[in-house]
């Protein structure tokens, strides 16, 4: 059954009404808002479809269009980082939630260091992916090459947004897309269409590119992770090591792909899905197992076997037991540590300190 998320609306200081779309159950866990979204759509495109499930399955996934976009308020005013942020400060404070992780993905990479930065009591653990600390025209004396491409952009947007014409193809798929299929290329197209007007993509673009978050990004405080594809011809790999470079103790993971966001086909997608749980499972001793499931010494011991690397006889003749004794106490750990399979199983009980 497809995923549909639970739509309801807050409002932004200025009254813009703001569409916020929340997934799945559990912990929270905050998408800050960016450009292209839908949050009903979302969970059914191909282009993000495989996002809410996988970030749905362990958390309460909240996500809102920004304004001008998907099922927000269209009007829009001016459009900066103190908005979005305070776009962002409105949704969540809406929701009543004090303490979080937080999810910025291509331009809302920025605007969750932002919101990091200046509420470091409220961001637990701060997840990037695509991300810059810098854009096109923040810099006080930018490259003529780099303003002509920003030019490109916006007037590729202003005459062209949603048509599906080709010249605006390969501007902006090429940028957003390295390998894509054409199904995958008509997706995007529908996205256009169904997101934001040519105007508000237009202006969603010059916002972009004066995003500046140089001097905040080392204020952050919270663990941070980044995720950046090699190939991404949108955001350079080289901007998102800059960001990561400059935030205290994050940890850069490359992606090996060519698109902006990983497609579910590609390795790069389970390379970042693996690191991504076990860089949530880390939260404040996220998932640890209660009371009522607590792993037996056996279980620990069987799960010391997996984290050597033997296989389920060798651990059944290390312990005398049966190799289908071995499997009954594997599926028991795995429950009680609500993991996917072994490896996620011997990370989490190794990060609670089970196998010492």
């Known amino acids: 059954m497809p995923l549909r998320p639970d739509i309801r609306f807050c409002t932004a200081g200025d009254d813009t009404k703001l569409a916020v779309g929340t997934y799945g159950s559990g912990p929270p866990l905050v998408r800050a808002g960016t450009w292209l979204t839908h949050v009903e759509y979302d969970a059914t495109s191909p282009l993000m479809a495989h996002w809410c499930e996988e970030l749905a399955k362990r958390h309460r996934y909240v996500a809102y269009d920004g304004r001008g976009c998907g099922l927000s308020d269209r009007q829009v005013g001016e459009l900066s980082l103190d908005v979005f942020v305070a776009d962002l400060e409105?949704?969540?404070?809406?929701?009543?939630?004090?303490?979080?992780?937080?999810?910025?993905?291509?331009?809302?990479?920025?605007?969750?260091?932002?919101?990091?930065?200046?509420?470091?009591?409220?961001?637990?653990?701060?997840?990037?992916?695509?991300?810059?600390?810098?854009?096109?025209?923040?810099?006080?004396?930018?490259?003529?090459?780099?303003?002509?491409?920003?030019?490109?952009?916006?007037?590729?947007?202003?005459?062209?947004?949603?048509?599906?014409?080709?010249?605006?193809?390969?501007?902006?798929?090429?940028?957003?897309?390295?390998?894509?299929?054409?199904?995958?290329?008509?997706?995007?197209?529908e996205r256009q269409r169904l997101t934001s007007t040519a105007e508000v993509a237009e202006n969603y673009l010059r916002a972009m590119f004066a995003l500046d978050v140089k001097d905040l990004a080392p204020r952050v405080s919270c663990p941070t992770i980044a995720f950046h594809s090699r190939g991404d011809q949108l955001i350079f790999f080289e901007q998102g090591r800059k960001l990561a470079a400059l935030i205290p103790g994050a940890r850069l993971v490359p992606l090996e792909s060519k698109n902006h966001v990983p497609f579910r086909e590609e390795p790069a997608w389970q390379a970042l899905v693996v690191a991504l749980r076990s860089f949530l499972d880390e939260d404040a001793g996220a998932r640890a197992p209660g009371p009522e499931k607590e792993l037996t010494p056996r279980q620990l011991d069987v799960?010391?076997?997996?984290?050597?690397?033997?296989?389920?006889?060798?651990?059944?003749?290390?312990?005398?037991?049966?190799?289908?004794?071995?499997?009954?106490?594997?599926?028991?750990?795995?429950?009680?540590?609500?993991?996917?399979?072994?490896?996620?199983?011997?990370?989490?009980?190794?990060?609670?300190g089970l196998l010492a």
């Open 303 to 352: 799960l010391r076997g997996v984290a050597r690397g033997l296989t389920d006889k060798e651990i059944a003749s290390e312990l005398s037991l049966s190799p289908r004794t071995v499997e009954m106490h594997v599926a028991r750990a795995l429950a009680a540590l609500d993991s996917a399979n072994r490896a996620e199983a011997v990370h989490k009980a190794e990060v609670l």
């Open 90 to 189: 409105a949704v969540v404070d809406g929701l009543g939630l004090e303490r979080f992780p937080l999810l910025g993905m291509s331009m809302g990479a920025p605007v969750a260091v932002a919101y990091a930065a200046k509420h470091p009591d409220r961001v637990s653990r701060l997840v990037l992916h695509g991300g810059f600390h810098r854009s096109y025209l923040s810099s006080k004396n930018p490259d003529p090459r780099v303003r002509e491409e920003a030019d490109v952009l916006l007037k590729s947007a202003r005459l062209g947004w949603g048509t599906g014409s080709v010249a605006l193809r390969q501007v902006f798929v090429a940028k957003f897309m390295g390998e894509s299929t054409e199904a995958q290329r008509r997706a995007f197209d």
